[in-house]
């Protein structure tokens, strides 16, 4: 079954090995196809690499060797969600290594150029909360940091400091 939705991220002639830094660092992922080019085209030559079909945490993407004059930018990024400060550091500490990037509330860039937001489940659990305050609190709490303090953000959720 064709999934209905594949998103497709545009390269600039590196999407195999971006694809390949993803499935190293992100569980149940795979490099499920290589597309080569069947002739030469603007943007390369017969056999260069085109696109690369993968699977991404069990979703499925897309990577076009597009060229150059696309850059990613903080319109569109990718959510992965951890369970716990470990998880997310992990996560974090691949997505910013190597030319990476720190942004905020949760956001960084890869030595790509993707946006990614590496996201603890409280976090989100707090945000959606039934109580408006500690929405609140959460959200504050959350507005300081750049990568995600679990254990401040489960403390905000209970309404203590720290």
């Known amino acids: 079954m064709t999934n209905p939705i594949v998103p497709c991220l545009w390269f600039d002639g590196n999407a195999e090995e971006a694809m390949r830094f993803?499935?190293?660092?992100l569980p149940d992922s795979s490099i499920d196809h290589i597309n080569t080019s069947p002739a030469d085209w603007p943007g390369g030559k017969a056999g260069d690499?085109?696109?690369v079909e993968a699977t991404l945490k069990g979703a499925p993407y897309l990577a076009l060797n597009g060229g150059?004059?696309?850059?990613?930018?903080?319109?569109?990024s990718l959510q992965v969600?951890?369970?716990d400060q470990a998880e997310t550091d992990r996560y974090w500490n691949a997505l910013i290594a190597d030319g990476?990037?720190?942004m905020a509330c949760s956001w960084c860039k890869d030595r790509f150029g993707v946006r990614w937001q590496v996201v603890p489940r409280t976090l989100m659990e707090g945000l959606r909360s039934n109580d408006a305050r500690e929405?609140?609190?959460?959200?504050?709490?959350?507005?300081e940091m750049v990568k995600i303090d679990v254990a401040a953000i489960e403390a905000a959720r209970r309404g203590n400091k720290g």
């Open 22 to 25: 993803y499935v190293g660092i």
């Open 100 to 102: 990476g990037e720190e």
């Open 49 to 51: 690499v085109l696109t």
């Open 81 to 83: 969600h951890t369970g």
């Open 68 to 76: 150059s004059g696309t850059e990613f930018n903080d319109a569109i």
């Open 135 to 143: 929405r609140e609190r959460v959200f504050l709490a959350m507005a």
